[in-house]
């Protein structure tokens, strides 16, 4: 899985003590294909902010979804 910071910048999934939070999860796009609209879904391992954003191919934020 890969993430990225307001900016565009590539950052890694890892807790404090190097590994991966266990319930970390961003579930593929359903229905897909879609054609109108689809649903993410995506969990924490904590309660804190989010920032899910869309972006296209070329690295430009399309939108901001949370």
Do not use: C
């Amino acid at each position: 899985m890969e993430a990225r910071d307001p900016a565009n910048r590539s950052v890694q999934l890892v807790s404090a003590t190097g590994e991966m939070p266990a319930t970390l999860d961003l579930a593929a796009p359903a229905p897909n294909p879609f054609v109108e609209s689809t649903m993410l879904s995506y969990s924490l391992p904590d309660d804190g902010l989010v920032d899910l954003a869309i972006y296209s191919v070329d690295g430009r934020r399309v939108v901001a979804l949370a």
